[in-house]
């Protein structure tokens, strides 16, 4: 059974940092890319952030570069978002997605594989 938890979202005023978790289980995590995407109310969900199997291929859509860093932990089965001076257009539900047909980034619609989501909010 393949599963993805996602963890580590909460309540933080602007300017603050959070740091998503997100652990897979049931997949060849190894091998394959992982991505972040986020949902706010009313609106559609959105692509954050992609990483090569590798770690060395990345995304960050343009609205977090300078302040989302994505990375992962193969020894651990585990892809991370870490969300620095936070504004208060960030607040969504932040989803875990796997891409298990490939080790590549590839655009968002490949991703197929979700976790539950993790609510960020940020106040002004």
């Known amino acids: 059974q393949v599963t993805l938890v996602e963890s580590g979202g909460g309540f933080v005023q602007a300017g603050g940092s959070l740091r998503l978790s997100c652990a897979a289980s049931g997949l060849n995590f190894g091998s394959i890319a992982m991505g972040w995407f986020r949902q706010a109310a009313g609106k559609e969900r959105e692509f954050v952030a992609g990483i090569s199997w590798s770690g060395v291929g990345t995304y960050l859509t343009d609205s977090v570069k300078g302040r989302f860093t994505v990375s992962r932990d193969n020894t651990k089965n585990m892809v991370f978002l870490q969300m620095n001076n936070l504004k208060p257009e960030d607040t969504a539900v932040y989803y875990c997605?796997?891409?298990?047909?490939?080790?590549?980034?590839?655009?968002?619609?490949?991703?197929?594989?979700w976790g539950q989501g993790t609510q960020v909010t940020v106040s002004s």
């Open positions: 997605a796997a891409d298990p047909g490939s080790d590549m980034l590839r655009p968002p619609q490949w991703y197929d594989v």
